[in-house]
């Protein structure tokens, strides 16, 4: 079973960007499709970007089409998720998670392995 690490998370002001860094062990992380998804205290946990084993094919909520960017290093065993022209609405704890059937499901009881989650923050 792998075992995701979230990094990168922080503070920043509007219009700032962050790079957040999931790390898998433990398992063949090339083996899965991988999401990062958000959540804020009394909300669902929602799908924000999806990527295909191989970093062909990516899926963006529409909310940061434009703005986010996922992509992997299957040689380092680690996803990333470039966010640029971060706003408020973006803050948020990060999580990133794997599944197996390779159609990014959007719903988050469909992924396992969940990291800890790194903290998001945008003040305006």
């Known amino acids: 079973q792998v075992q995701l690490v979230e990094s990168g998370g922080g503070l920043v002001q509007v219009g700032g960007s962050l790079k957040l860094s999931c790390v898998a062990s433990g398992g063949t992380f090339s083996d899965y499709t991988l999401g990062w998804f958000r959540q804020t205290p009394g909300k669902e946990r929602d799908l924000v970007a999806a990527i295909s084993w191989s970093g062909r094919s990516t899926d963006l909520a529409d909310s940061v089409k434009g703005r986010f960017t996922i992509s992997r290093d299957n040689a380092k065993n680690t996803a990333y998720l470039q966010m640029n022209s971060l706003k408020p609405e973006d803050t948020a704890v990060y999580y990133c998670?794997?599944?197996?059937?390779?159609?990014?499901?959007?719903?988050?009881?469909?992924?396992?392995?969940w990291g800890q989650g790194t903290q998001v923050t945008v003040s305006s």
């Open positions: 998670a794997v599944e197996g059937t390779a159609h990014f499901p959007p719903a988050a009881v469909q992924y396992h392995s």
